[in-house]
T-cell receptor, first 110, second 114 residues
Framework: GENVEQHPSTLSVQEGDSAVIKCTYS??????FPWYKQELGKRPQLIID?????GEKKDQRIAVTLNKTAKHFSLHITETQPEDSAVYFC?????????FGPGTRLSVLP | KAGVTQTPRYLIKTRGQQVTLSCSPI?????VSWYQQTPGQGLQFLFE???????NKGNFPGRFSGRQFSNSRSEMNVSTLELGDSALYLC?????????????FGSGTRLTVV
């Protein structure tokens, strides 16, 4: 099956700094890569996604970069704010469903 | 449009009992996927239903089952509950293809087995 690695597992940053989370995958046929954010006690929510024909996508303070050759893609959050504190999951298509990375717990310190 | 509705939100059951959870997807979505979320194992895929047919199944024992109705609503059932079944059960609604859209998750059902 699909092997998904996500690093780091925990990340603490000072408010205003940047945060980067990286995921690697093994299935070269993957062509759609979403990221989910799950705040404490809430449902995972799709925050950004990227398709394989694009190298980078930005949405305000959030960006995702894709390196298909190296089989990894990364979530970048700039100018972090306390409300960015959450668990972030990458996901990969596996057939008609998704396999999720183990998650990264991001803490933004005031 | 209405989101994904899961009921109930919380459940407490004793070992050996069975439980049924319900999920109503976004209108027009024909796929419902179920995931188990625990602190140690993350999001684990249980099964997916599309147009009333189970299309995919994860590595869970046969005590975990599900079904989907003609209106796309889905139920999952867990029989002979074990303490290790305590988890947040999330359903995810989608159009049914992973080629260009992700999931919309429900709020989940938190199951506690005592």
């Amino acid at each position: 099956g699909e092997n998904v690695e996500q690093h780091p597992s925990t990340l603490s940053v000072q408010e205003g700094d940047s945060a980067v989370i990286k995921c690697t995958y093994s299935d070269s046929a993957s062509n759609y890569f979403p990221w989910y954010k799950q705040e404490l006690g809430k449902r995972p929510q799709l925050i950004i996604d990227i398709r394989s024909n694009v190298g980078e996508k930005k949405d305000q303070r959030i960006a995702v970069t894709l390196n298909k050759t190296a089989k990894h893609f990364s979530l970048h959050i700039t100018e972090t704010q306390p409300e960015d504190s959450a668990v972030y999951f990458c996901a990969f298509p596996h057939g008609q469903n998704f396999v999720f990375g183990p998650g990264t717990r991001l803490s933004v310190l005031p | 449009k209405a989101g994904v509705t899961q009921t109930p939100r919380y459940l407490i059951k004793t070992r050996g009992q069975q439980v049924t959870l319900s999920c109503s997807p976004i209108s027009g979505h024909r796929s419902v996927s179920w995931y188990q979320q625990t602190p140690g194992q993350g999001l684990q895929f249980l099964f997916e239903y599309f147009s009333e047919t189970q299309r995919n199944k994860g590595n869970f024992p046969g005590r975990f089952s599900g079904r989907q109705f003609s209106n796309s609503r889905s139920e999952m059932n867990v029989s002979t509950l074990e303490l290790g079944d305590s988890a947040l059960y999330l359903c995810a609604s989608s159009l049914g293809s992973t080629g260009g859209s992700g999931y919309t998750f429900g709020s989940g059902t938190r199951l506690t087995v005592v």
